[in-house]
């Protein structure tokens, strides 16, 4: 039975999606604080592309927050 607070209470990570407003690397589009351990290369993984991509006006892509 799992009583331990800090477990129960954890939140998941949310995708925020949007559209770019901006054009540039995929990096660029990346917040430092970043929820849980999720990296930046996840973040590309999850979006299909590489860090280093550019990426262009209008693009939609996926932010994980919590």
Do not use: C, H, Y
């Not at 990570?13 to 990296?39: C, H, K, N, W, Y």
Request: zero cysteines; a negative charge.
């Amino acid at each position: 039975s799992l009583t331990d607070q800090n477990i129960l209470n954890m939140q998941p990570a949310r995708l925020q999606v949007f559209r770019t407003d901006r054009g540039g690397e995929f990096s660029s589009f990346v917040p430092q604080d970043l929820p849980m351990d999720i990296t930046a290369e996840d973040v590309a993984i999850a979006n299909q592309v590489q860090l280093n991509e550019t990426i262009d006006t209008g693009t939609w892509i996926k932010i994980p927050s919590q």
